[in-house]
């Protein structure tokens, strides 16, 4: 059980987003129960964020799936709420099109690359997604004055720009994982053909 828990907590959270997303969808701007509710899963799911890869290297069940498939639903988390966001609260959609190219691309550069290596999450994508999440939080909670939307969006736009400079760091990465497996495979084929 507990080699599997850290994996259960991850799919879990690619499950509550798109609850969230629908609840915030038919809250419809209207700070009503839909989107207090929307709020409560998006809380559980940072939670479940957390607490996946804390019980993995915790217990020393660190897995290939969970370096891969939790920073994928912490992308599905962040991407999708902050669309609905754009959608129900105006909040302006350029910093969506950033992350949606940077995460695409990462997530791409990652799959690309992953029967070789796994390129777990940097402490500046931790710090991005901590930003990210919290922007989030702020911008679901109901009822607040619009100071604390103030805060949301610079917490957001610190998160792009977060987003814009890893990604440039996961490239490199991506792209010296890949250099490294092939000169590793060309080593192989020359000691193999002496």
């Known amino acids: 059980m507990t080699a599997t828990l850290p994996n259960l ?12 997303v629908v609840l915030l969808v038919v809250d419809g701007g209207a700070d009503g129960a839909a989107r207090w509710w929307a709020l409560v899963l998006v809380v559980l799911a940072s939670a479940t964020d957390w607490l996946d890869g804390y019980l993995a ?3 020393n069940v660190v897995s290939s799936f969970g370096k891969l498939a939790d920073p994928i ?11 609905g966001l754009v959608l129900v609260d105006g909040v302006p ?8 190219v940077r995460e695409v691309g990462v997530t791409l550069g990652r799959l690309a690359v992953a029967r070789d290596v796994v390129i777990p999450a940097s402490r500046g994508g931790k ?11 702020a911008y679901l909670i109901p ?12 917490l957001l736009v610190a998160a792009t720009v977060v987003a814009v400079v890893t ?3 996961y490239a ?13 495979q060309q080593r192989r084929q020359d000691d193999a053909a002496r």
């Open 143 to 154: 009822g607040m004055p619009g100071w604390i939307d103030g805060v949301a969006w610079w």
């Open 57 to 59: 290297r915790r217990w």
């Open 93 to 100: 959609w350029w910093p969506l099109a950033v992350l949606i």
């Open 9 to 20: 907590l991850t799919g879990l959270r690619l499950v509550m987003v798109p609850v969230a």
């Open 127 to 137: 710090l991005k997604t901590f930003l990210q999440l919290s922007s989030l939080i």
């Open 172 to 184: 490199r990465m991506i792209v010296r994982a890949s250099r490294d497996y092939r000169e590793a």
């Open 73 to 83: 639903a912490d992308k599905v988390l962040v991407l999708g709420v902050l669309a």
């Open 167 to 169: 990604g440039i760091d």
